[in-house]
T-cell receptor, first 113, second 113 residues
Framework: DSGVTQTPKHLITATGQRVTLRCSPR?????VYWYQQSLDQGLQFLIQYYNGEERAKGNILERFSAQQFPDLHSELNLSSLELGDSALYFC????????????FGPGTRLLVL | GDSVTQMEGPVTLSEEAFLTINCTYTATGYPSLFWYVQYPGEGLQLLLKATKADDKGSNKGFEATYRKETTSFHLEKGSVQVSDSAVYFC????????????FGTGTRLTIIP
């Protein structure tokens, strides 16, 4: 158990809908990262937050957004969902910005029908 | 940009066989290198890491040596077990800029009793 929790574990929704994925980092970790794992794109970095502020952006679509709250949990919002958004979404956390190890949660599997 | 190239899978071996999964990278400077493992239905777990040239990471019988001259970080294990069946991801983190991980495509390993 990495100490990173993600909810829900599975999500099935329809095209055009909006969903929210939640992540709680390990106790004391200030950095949260979101990654997407899909069959065609592999594992890709989406976005990073550090202590409530956006730190870095990767291949994140404009339909997707994220935030990190004062209690350090993070949410990834996916809107106007398309079939191609079906993927496994991972959250990871690390202590700070000193390039510490990233620990991954179990992921949320999203299926868009 | 940074990239990681992994040995194509899937790989099928008999129990107690020797394992090598090749990984090479492209990056400027001195990135940190990682192997993550994903067991069926689970998230990513850090298997081992190396943060500078000639470092050897090891864990659970797996080893990988950071070779700057060949830009490689091959994963090896002397005697695999059925429980090692999983998908293995090689990843790098750049030595400067943001802290995101760049992953290879993953190698699915199946061990036959």
């Amino acid at each position: 158990d990495s100490g990173v929790t993600q909810t829900p574990k599975h999500l099935i929704t329809a095209t055009g809908q909006r969903v929210t994925l939640r992540c709680s980092p390990r106790s004391g970790d200030l950095s949260v990262y979101w990654y997407q794992q899909s069959l065609d794109q592999g594992l890709q970095f989406l976005i990073q937050y550090y202590n409530g502020e956006e730190r870095a952006k990767g291949n994140i679509l404009e339909r997707f957004s994220a935030q990190q709250f004062p209690d350090l949990h993070s949410e990834l919002n996916l809107s106007s969902l398309e079939l191609g958004d079906s993927a496994l979404y991972f959250c990871a956390s690390s202590a700070g910005l000193a390039r510490e190890t990233q620990y991954f949660g179990p992921g949320t599997r999203l299926l868009v029908l | 940009g940074d990239s990681v190239t992994q040995m194509e899978g899937p790989v099928t071996l008999s129990e107690e066989a020797f394992l090598t999964i090749n990984c090479t990278y492209t990056a400027t400077g001195y990135p940190s290198l990682f192997w993550y493992v994903q067991y069926p239905g689970e998230g990513l777990q850090l298997l081992l890491k190396a943060t500078k040239a000639d470092d050897k990471g090891s864990n659970k019988g797996f080893e990988a040596t950071y070779r700057k001259e060949t830009t490689s970080f091959h994963l090896e294990k002397g005697s695999v077990q059925v429980s090692d069946s999983a998908v293995y991801f090689c990843a790098l983190r750049a030595s400067f800029g943001n802290e995101k991980l760049t992953f290879g495509t993953g190698t699915r390993l199946t061990i036959i009793p």
